[in-house]
C-alpha cells in the first residue's frame, strides 16, 4: 500500500464511523419522544437537536428506519396546490428543499426540473388557470400553458389530436422538482444521530399512560418511556397511534401504488401528470421511469400489490408515451396513505397537552418532510403553534374551516 | 381480479362495483350539536377490523351492503339494504 494513503489511514483525524448508531438502550425518560422513524419524526428530530438545542429525544421506530412510505413514496415535489394556507406552507417546503443537500451536509439530489400537470377537458384548464393564478399570487411559479407550450416542453408526449384524450393545455410549474427519498431519510437521521438523538429501530410504541390532559409514558415492546412531549408521525399508522391516546383523528386509510420500469436512458426531463388518466410519471437518476396514480378504490390496511392497478397505471403510461408499450416492469409496491377528508394534514395541537400530531400526509407527503419538521420541532419547542400552521389544526374539522386540496392533490401527489 | 358477490346479479369483478364507505348513524338534525355533525361528515370507521359499507353495482345501480375485513380484504357477505333497515 502506498506510504501516503497509509498516512490517511492510520491519522488521528481518521474515524471508522456509522452514519448513525446502532439502537442503544431504552432510557427511562426523554424530553421529547417522537414516534415514527420516517422522513417527518427524523426531520423533526433534526430540527429540535439542531435549532432548538433539544437533545433528549427519542425516535421511536417499529420496524427499519424510514421503512414507511417514506421509502413507497414518487418523490414528486411541489407548491402548485389551491388554497393560500396550503400554498405558504409548501412553497416553505420546496425552499427547504433547494438547500437541503447543503443542510444535510449529504446529497439528496434534489432535481428541481419542473412539473407539467396536463388538461385533457376544458373544465381541467378552467381549474388549472385558477391554481396558476394563487401560484402566482403567493409568489410561485406556476403558469398555463397552450398546446405549443405542452409540445415544447415535452416533445415525446401524445398530444391524441382529434382524439378523445387530446391534450388542451397544461399546467407548468418550474418550482416542482424530486429528490432521492432514502437519502433525504438518511440525511436527517445522520445529522440528528450526531447531535444525540437516539434513534430506536425495532420499537414499537403500543400503548399510551395518560393521566388527564397529559401524556405520562409511551409503552413499547422494549418497556415504557416516560416523556415529556410526543409526537405522533407514524405515516399510514396515524390512525392506530393516536387512537391508543384516546384521540380519534378524521382519517381513513387507504392503499396506493406505484411501479417502476427497467432503466431506459434519459429522455424524460420533466415530471408529468394526467388528471383525466390519473397517472404521472418521472424518470429517476437511475433511468428507471417511476409510474403512479390515483389511490386504491376503497379503504384497506394491506400492501399487497393489485393486477388492476397495474394495468391502469400502464394503460395511462403507454397512452401518453406509446413507445413505453414494448418496456418491462421491474417493481410493484403499495404503501398505506393516512387519508384526510380534504386532503390536507393535520399538524399542531391535540386534545392532550403535550401530544403533537404530525398526521394525515396521505399520499402527499414527502414534499412536506423538511417543513413539517422544521415547523413541528417549533411548535414542540416553543409549546405554541405558528401562524404558518396554524390552518391545518384538528379543530378545524369541528368548525367547519376545510383546507379542500383534493382538485390539486389526486391526480400528483 | 378479486370477486365481490352482488346479493342481485351474483359474483362479479370488483372494478364493476363503486365503494360508498362504512355505514354510519344518520344523526337527528334537530338536535345535534356542530361537533356532532362533524363527527358524522368527517370521522368513518377505520379500525383494523371488519366493517360494514355501502357498495354499489355500477352498471344495475343497484346500492348494498358487504361486510369486509380491512386488513386481510376478505368479503365475509353481502346482503341486501333492507336487512340494515329490518334490522334498526
Ligand atoms: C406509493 C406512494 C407514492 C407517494 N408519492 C408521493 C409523492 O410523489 N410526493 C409526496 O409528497 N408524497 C408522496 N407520498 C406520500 C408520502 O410518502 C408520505 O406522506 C410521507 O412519506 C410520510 O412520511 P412520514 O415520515 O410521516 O411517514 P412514514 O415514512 O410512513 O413513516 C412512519 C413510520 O412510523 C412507523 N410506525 C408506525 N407505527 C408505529 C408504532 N406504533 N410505533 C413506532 N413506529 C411506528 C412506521 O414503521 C414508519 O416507518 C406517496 C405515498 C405512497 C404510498
Redesign the interface.
Known sequence: MPLRLLKYGLSRDYRVSGDIQATPELKPAYDVVIIGGGGHGLSCAHHLAKYHGIKSVAVLEKGYLAGGNTARNTTTIRSNYITPEGIAFYKEGVELFERLSQELDFNVMFSQRGQLTLAHTEATMRSFHMRAEMGKHMGTRTEVVDQKGVEELCPLLNMDYGGPLEILGGLWHADGGTARHDAVAWGYAAQASRRGVEIHQRTEVQGFEVTGDRVLAVRTNRGRVACGQVMIATGGMN??VA?MAGV??????YPLQAMVTQPLKPWLDTLVSSVSLHTYLVQSSRGEVVIGGGSD??????T?S???MKEHLAEGAVHLFPFLQGVRLLRQWAGITDMT?DYSPIMGASPLANLWLDCGWGTWGFKATPVAGKRMAQTIAEGRVPDILKPFALER????RLLNEMGATAASH | MKLLTCPMNGPRNIDEFQSFGPVRARPDPNATADRDWSRHLFRAENRKGIVVEWWRHVPSNYFFLAERNLVSNEIIRTFDASELRDRA
Open positions: 390512525y392506530d387512537l380519534e383523528l378524521p382519517i381513513r386509510c378504490p376503497y379503504q384497506l390496511y394491506s399487497r393489485t393486477l388492476d377528508p374539522f369541528d368548525t367547519f
